[in-house]
């Protein structure tokens, strides 16, 4: 059964940087567009950024310039680079794996990023 495991969250100061990294337990990782969302208290759910088996990239206008996703497909992990944290910035953070021809969906369990001072 697929898996995603987040880590890297925690609480970091306005201004501050964080890493996440998502590990997946994915046959064939290659084939899975991999994305972030985030999900602030009494918000929805929101796309932060993703990433094709191939590369390609595209970010929520709210994080564009500071956040970063790459992805490492001998190691089967994402990671998300996110630098001049705000305070707006603090979600639970969950790692999203889409297979791109069967379109089947996994969640990683969340993990809290706080950006206070």
């Known amino acids: 059964q697929a898996q995603l495991v987040e880590s890297g969250g925690g609480l970091v100061q306005p201004g501050g940087s964080l890493r996440l990294s998502c590990e997946a337990s994915i046959s064939i990782f290659r084939v899975y567009m991999m994305s972030w969302y985030r999900q602030a208290p009494g918000n929805q759910r929101e796309l932060v950024a993703m990433?094709?088996?191939?590369?390609?990239?595209s970010y929520a206008d709210s994080v564009k310039g500071r956040f970063t996703i790459s992805r490492d497909n001998i190691k089967k992990s994402v990671f998300l680079q996110m630098t001049n944290l705000k305070p707006e910035d603090t979600a639970v953070y969950y790692c999203n794996a889409e297979h791109m021809i069967e379109r089947s969906v996994v969640w990683g369990q969340g993990i809290q990023v706080t950006v206070s001072s």
């Open positions: 990433i094709t088996g191939v590369g390609s990239t």
